[in-house]
């Protein structure tokens, strides 16, 4: 079992240009998340998806869309990248036992610039 | 806004010693939830305690959880090299997670 997967690990763009991450899960589990991380500071929820074909607004939804290709892929977005989604970018996935709210399994990362 | 804060920012213990770190949150939550992030890594759940549960154990881990004054606690006992890192208390409500800021831990040899 891989767990959860991002792609790429690193990735610096440009003011205004569009980029997607790519997150992949092999447990099988029913929610999919995108938090991202910014120096000193915890998780900030982007978007979740309860399970498939559901997705919902978190915390900082703004400037970010997804797509919850299927039950293995959640993707995240951005149309028009600024400075400030300069970030550490986060996915992770959750069967959950017994309802929501379960353990939750994090992919490596993507480190993203914006300049 | 973060739901959740976590004392003390930094800690910095000698190896075999306990480390103890809190976390306080302002809403109702159905459980709580611990992770360890190693520098540059992703998440790794530690421990998961139930709104309806008082205290949880796990090897060297020990958690406690306090809904009336909406507070938790992780103990590391014995800690070793293999410990520093950044811990967070994650807050669940409904599917969603809520984290702190986090509890850096140096642990010297």
């Known amino acids: 079992n891989a767990g959860v997967t991002q792609t790429p690990k690193f990735q610096v763009l440009k003011t205004g240009q569009s980029m997607t991450l790519q997150c992949a899960q092999d447990m099988n589990h029913n929610s999919m998340y995108w938090y991202r991380q910014d120096p000193g500071m915890g998780l900030r929820l982007i978007y979740y998806?309860?399970?498939?074909?559901?997705?919902d607004k978190g915390e900082v939804p703004n400037g970010y869309n997804v797509s919850r290709l299927n039950k293995r892929e959640f993707s995240l977005r951005l149309e028009s990248a600024a400075p400030s989604q300069t970030s550490v970018y986060f996915c992770?996935?959750?069967?959950?036992?017994?309802?929501?709210?379960?353990?939750?399994?994090f992919g490596p990362g993507t480190r993203l610039t914006v300049l | 806004s973060q739901q959740g804060e976590e004392d003390p920012q930094a800690l910095s213990i000698q190896e075999g010693e306990n480390a103890t770190m809190n976390c306080s949150y302002k809403?109702?939550?159905?459980?709580l939830q611990w992770y360890r992030q190693n520098s540059g890594r992703g998440l790794v759940h530690l421990i998961l305690?139930?709104?309806?549960?008082r205290e949880k154990h796990s090897g060297r881990l020990r958690v406690t959880l306090d809904t009336s004054k909406k507070s938790s606690s992780l103990l590391i006992t014995a800690s070793r090299a293999a410990d520093t890192a950044s811990y967070f208390c994650?807050?669940?409500?409904?599917?969603?997670?809520?984290f702190g800021a986090g509890t850096t831990v140096t642990v010297r040899a």
């Open positions: 994650a807050m669940t409500n409904d599917y969603k997670l809520s």
């Open positions: 992770a996935s959750s069967l959950p036992r017994g309802g929501p709210g379960g353990e939750q399994f």
């Open positions: 998806s309860a399970s498939e074909g559901t997705t």
């Open positions: 305690i139930r709104s309806n549960e």
């Open positions: 809403t109702s939550i159905n459980n």
